[in-house]
């Protein structure tokens, strides 16, 4: 709220900030890593259980197949062969068979069946359960076993058992390789990942390395200097205008403030070449005490110039940073005019012009700040004058506490192409300014800051002869009584006086 | 009277010190702030010019100093024209006046004298300078008993300058005190005014009571020549 206080530098420290590219890699890599996870496990899953079905399946097909044979073809050569199939070479999954009579012999047998799934591992149910457990088992050799033992209903003849066992080798070996090749893509993918990432993040960020660069690269000797944002992202190029516009503003003030300061310099030059000048050269030779009383009296008109410059300049200056306290109240315009009026008025006699005012108006306004515009005003329009002329205050109520004030001369008059320029600081029409000689161009610009101080405007009507000046006060938008002896705090829309609510309670009359 | 002045500026202390001096008020100054509270602590002073930027104590503290220790001695600040804390503007410091720099030495001592003068006062209802006569309820002002045809600007003007009689107003504080402006014009407006009203009082009169003090202001009083 008090853009006096010392602003918070805005930069924070280094441990705080965190890397924009180092947060989008985590997330990133994270991210696609845990999708590619999750999608592997799920496949592996998948073809695991498949897997694992299919050979059950199997399993119980062959015992289906021996009961069949075994019940209409006992013992011939459809059970051998079914047993052992010529090629079983061939098969992706090895099957072993193993038939016995009720009483546990063995009665045909496939080759190999002894050293790959010896009996004994096999472990036959009670009799009169029919189907035994499907189990899974490691053999001497370590090669994984799918199997089961059966007793057979082969009708009249009695019954026997049949021993299943599958080679379960290769399934295996397939799952292994899937595990082996989906950690490998695993291991391969994640720094791949990590690089993309990377190289997608410096491509993104690399606009704001760029715009780093370059405003790190602008300084008070090239102001002038702007981002260029035609081939950044949309995001950042509109960061990058909106700092432009920003530098913009900033290398305005920054000239205004140069401007300013030479031109002050320049105004300041000429009292203090006279003070040392006339010092110099009274101290060179004998002088009476009357010439040395001149010197001194010359000194202390130019120290009174100086003065008043640097009041001005001030005012001007804590104006524009909105460090001046309005002290807005409800009163009658005509009753300031009628002061300022009565100030001038000899001295507009003197030179034989008619000054007068006329018009009334209810206003809030800060009564020095209004009085000090006016005063300009009708100042310029008696210096700027001729024997003969006038200068004319003329009041208007234009709305409800607002007001219009035109100071109207017939003097010397504006041009029309330095209309704008006479609210520049410092600046003089060349053609009239030998009737002010001492004038320091800061009467206009005061004028124009009061107005925008009160949220008011300054214009200059018409075409001549002679100058008018249209002041605006417009009403302001809080009710008066807010303005005197209010405890309330300030609500005016205005940058000042919100500034400091406590500024404009406070009174000041008692000690001037 | 005996004033301390505070000041570690050495020409500004100097030219304060000579200035009071022409008036026949004595002073002794202090350069830095712990010497001048160290003085102030003594209690012989009547007045206190205090700078507020000062070596080895400043001047807020030394008036809080002197304020907690229940030393009532009058102080004017001196402060930098850019900034005047509102702490200052509202004197809930202690300080009785302040005065911004660059100042004028005239309007110093015409502080020092008004809070000197501070208390109770008689309010005279008629003022009178040689034979000019001022009655301030009906409003009249007479000179070797004829009546003066002022307006009241002009009456409140010399007003001012018979309250004031034998002391040197300066210029601003005229047009401050008469017509609350903010004086910023080279014309010298108030020479206008004051050679109307000389016309009025002076003029057809042998003995002038108003003089012009060039580069300063004015003064009223019956001078011998």
Same mark, same amino acid.
């Given at each position: 709220?008090?853009?006096?206080?010392?602003?918070?530098?805005?930069?924070?420290?280094?441990?705080?900030?965190?890397?924009?590219?180092?947060?989008?890699?985590?997330?990133?890599?994270?991210?696609?890593?845990?999708?590619?996870?999750?999608?592997?496990?799920?496949?592996?899953?998948?073809?695991?259980?498949?897997?694992?079905?299919?050979?059950?399946?199997?399993?119980?097909?062959?015992?289906? +197949?021996?009961?069949?044979?075994?019940?209409?073809?006992?013992?011939?050569?459809?059970?051998?062969?079914?047993?052992?199939?010529?090629?079983?070479?061939?098969?992706?999954?090895?099957?072993?068979?193993?038939?016995?009579?009720?009483?546990?012999?063995?009665?045909?047998?496939?080759?190999?069946?002894?050293?790959?799934?010896?009996?004994?591992?096999?472990?036959?149910?009670?009799?009169?359960?029919?189907?035994?457990?499907?189990?899974?088992?490691?053999?001497?050799?370590?090669?994984?076993?799918?199997?089961?033992?059966?007793?057979?209903?082969?009708?009249?003849?009695?019954?026997?058992?049949?021993?299943?066992?599958?080679?379960?080798?290769?399934?295996?070996?397939?799952?292994?390789?899937?595990?082996?090749?989906?950690?490998?893509?695993?291991?391969?993918?994640?720094?791949?990942?990590?690089?993309?990432?990377?190289?997608?993040?410096?491509?993104?960020?690399?606009?704001?390395?760029?715009?780093?660069?370059?405003?790190?690269?602008?300084?008070? +000797?090239?102001?002038?200097?702007?981002?260029?944002?035609?081939?950044?992202?949309?995001?950042?190029?509109?960061?990058?205008?909106?700092?432009?516009?920003?530098?913009?503003?900033?290398?305005?003030?920054?000239?205004?403030?140069?401007?300013?300061?030479?031109?002050?310099?320049?105004?300041?030059?000429?009292?203090?070449?006279?003070?040392?000048?006339?010092?110099?050269?009274?101290?060179?030779?004998?002088?009476?005490?009357?010439?040395?009383?001149?010197?001194?009296?010359?000194?202390?008109?130019?120290?009174?110039?100086?003065?008043?410059?640097?009041?001005?300049?001030?005012?001007?200056?804590?104006?524009?940073?909105?460090?001046?306290?309005?002290?807005?109240?409800?009163?009658?315009?005509?009753?300031?005019?009628?002061?300022?009026?009565?100030?001038?008025?000899?001295?507009?006699?003197?030179?034989?012009?008619?000054?007068?005012?006329?018009?009334?108006?209810?206003?809030?306004?800060?009564?020095?700040?209004?009085?000090?515009?006016?005063?300009?005003?009708?100042?310029?329009?008696?210096?700027?004058?001729?024997?003969?002329?006038?200068?004319?205050?003329?009041?208007?109520?234009?709305?409800?506490?607002?007001?219009?004030?035109?100071?109207?001369?017939?003097?010397?008059?504006?041009?029309?192409?330095?209309?704008?320029?006479?609210?520049?600081?410092?600046?003089?029409?060349?053609?009239?300014?030998?009737?002010?000689?001492?004038?320091?161009?800061?009467?206009?610009?005061?004028?124009?800051?009061?107005?925008?101080?009160?949220?008011?405007?300054?214009?200059?009507?018409?075409?001549?002869?002679?100058?008018?000046?249209?002041?605006?006060?417009?009403?302001?938008?809080?009710?008066?009584?807010?303005?005197?002896?209010?405890?309330?705090?300030?609500?005016?829309?205005?940058?000042?006086?919100?500034?400091?609510?406590?500024?404009?309670?406070?009174?000041?009359?008692?000690?001037? | 009277?005996?004033?301390?002045?505070?000041?570690?500026?050495?020409?500004?202390?100097?030219?304060?010190?000579?200035?009071?001096?022409?008036?026949?008020?004595?002073?002794?100054?202090?350069?830095?702030?712990?010497?001048?509270?160290?003085?102030?602590?003594?209690?012989?002073?009547?007045?206190?010019?205090?700078?507020?930027?000062?070596?080895?104590?400043?001047?807020?503290?030394?008036?809080?100093?002197?304020?907690?220790?229940?030393?009532?001695?009058?102080?004017?600040?001196?402060?930098?024209?850019?900034?005047?804390?509102?702490?200052?503007?509202?004197?809930?410091?202690?300080?009785?006046?302040?005065?911004?720099?660059?100042?004028?030495?005239?309007?110093?001592?015409?502080?020092?004298?008004?809070?000197?003068?501070?208390?109770?006062?008689?309010?005279?209802?008629?003022?009178?300078?040689?034979?000019?006569?001022?009655?301030?309820?009906?409003?009249?002002?007479?000179?070797?008993?004829?009546?003066?045809?002022?307006?009241?600007?002009?009456?409140?003007?010399?007003?001012?300058?018979?309250?004031?009689?034998?002391?040197?107003?300066?210029?601003?504080?005229?047009?401050?005190?008469?017509?609350?402006?903010?004086?910023?014009?080279?014309?010298?407006?108030?020479?206008?005014?004051?050679?109307?009203?000389?016309?009025?009082?002076?003029?057809?009169?042998?003995?002038?009571?108003?003089?012009?003090?060039?580069?300063?202001?004015?003064?009223?009083?019956?001078?011998?020549?």
């Amino acid at each position: 709220m008090n853009n006096a206080e010392p602003v918070d530098s805005g930069v924070p420290s280094r441990s705080r900030s965190r890397s924009l590219t180092v947060w989008f890699l985590v997330a990133n890599s994270t991210a696609v890593f845990l999708l590619f996870a999750s999608f592997t496990s799920l496949l592996y899953f998948g073809l695991a259980k498949h897997l694992n079905d299919e050979s059950r399946l199997l399993l119980q097909s062959e015992v289906n +197949a021996v009961e069949h044979i075994l019940r209409f073809y006992p013992l011939g050569q459809m059970l051998e062969n079914e047993v052992n199939p010529s090629q079983t070479s061939e098969e992706y999954v090895k099957h072993y068979i193993r038939v016995l009579d009720p009483a546990g012999r063995e009665l045909a047998e496939t080759r190999g069946m002894d050293a790959f799934a010896p009996a004994a591992q096999f472990r036959l149910p009670p009799k009169g359960q029919r189907s035994g457990t499907v189990r899974q088992w490691e053999n001497a050799a370590g090669d994984p076993v799918l199997g089961t033992a059966v007793w057979l209903n082969l009708g009249k003849d009695g019954v026997g058992a049949v021993e299943v066992a599958l080679d379960l080798g290769n399934m295996n070996n397939i799952l292994t390789r899937f595990r082996l090749l989906a950690f490998g893509a695993g291991a391969l993918g994640l720094p791949v990942c990590l690089l993309v990432s990377l190289a997608i993040v410096r491509r993104g960020t690399r606009s704001l390395r760029e715009m780093t660069e370059s405003v790190r690269g602008i300084s008070v +000797a090239n102001l002038g200097a702007r981002l260029s944002w035609s081939d950044w992202p949309e995001e950042v190029a509109s960061l990058a205008r909106v700092m432009n516009s920003m530098l913009d503003r900033l290398q305005d003030s920054f000239e205004r403030l140069y401007n300013s300061a030479v031109n002050l310099s320049h105004k300041m030059r000429t009292p203090l070449t006279i003070m040392r000048g006339e010092a110099e050269v009274a101290l060179a030779h004998e002088r009476s005490t009357e010439e040395l009383r001149d010197v001194i009296l010359s000194g202390l008109e130019e120290n009174d110039r100086l003065t008043r410059l640097i009041e001005n300049i001030l005012f001007l200056a804590n104006a524009e940073i909105g460090k001046l306290p309005l002290e807005r109240r409800e009163m009658e315009a005509a009753d300031q005019v009628e002061m300022v009026v009565d100030y001038y008025e000899p001295l507009a006699e003197e030179k034989g012009i008619a000054l007068s005012w006329e018009g009334a108006a209810r206003v809030v306004v800060d009564p020095a700040l209004f009085r000090k515009a006016v005063a300009a005003l009708v100042a310029n329009g008696i210096t700027y004058n001729h024997s003969g002329g006038s200068v004319a205050v003329k009041l208007r109520q234009t709305g409800d506490l607002a007001c219009e004030i035109r100071v109207m001369d017939s003097g010397a008059g504006i041009p029309v192409e330095e209309r704008e320029k006479v609210f520049d600081r410092f600046y003089r029409i060349y053609a009239t300014r030998f009737l002010d000689p001492h004038g320091t161009g800061l009467g206009l610009p005061i004028v124009r800051t009061i107005m925008n101080l009160h949220g008011g405007t300054v214009a200059l009507d018409g075409a001549g002869p002679g100058t008018t000046v249209i002041l605006n006060f417009p009403a302001a938008a809080v009710a008066p009584e807010l303005f005197r002896g209010s405890t309330e705090p300030m609500s005016a829309p205005h940058l000042s006086a919100e500034e400091h609510p406590h500024e404009v309670r406070e009174d000041v009359d008692s000690y001037c | 009277m005996l004033i301390l002045i505070v000041e570690d500026e050495v020409k500004t202390a100097a030219f304060i010190k000579k200035g009071l001096s022409e008036y026949g008020i004595l002073s002794d100054v202090a350069y830095d702030g712990e010497e001048g509270l160290q003085r102030a602590l003594t209690g012989k002073y009547d007045f206190l010019i205090l700078d507020i930027l000062l070596p080895n104590r400043d001047g807020w503290s030394i008036i809080s100093e002197l304020r907690r220790r229940r030393i009532d001695v009058p102080v004017i600040m001196l402060t930098a024209l850019d900034a005047v804390p509102s702490r200052v503007r509202g004197l809930e410091s202690g300080v009785d006046d302040y005065m911004v720099k660059p100042f004028a030495f005239s309007e110093l001592y015409a502080r020092i004298q008004t809070i000197s003068r501070r208390g109770p006062t008689l309010k005279q209802e008629v003022l009178r300078v040689a034979d000019l006569e001022l009655d301030l309820e009906g409003r009249r002002a007479t000179r070797a008993g004829k009546r003066l045809d002022l307006t009241p600007k002009e009456f409140a003007l010399l007003t001012l300058l018979v309250r004031r009689s034998g002391e040197v107003i300066p210029r601003t504080r005229i047009v401050e005190r008469i017509w609350d402006m903010d004086v910023d014009s080279n014309a010298n407006i108030l020479d206008v005014h004051m050679r109307r009203l000389r016309a009025k009082v002076d003029d057809p009169f042998e003995v002038k009571l108003i003089h012009t003090v060039r580069g300063v202001g004015y003064v009223l009083e019956e001078r011998q020549e």
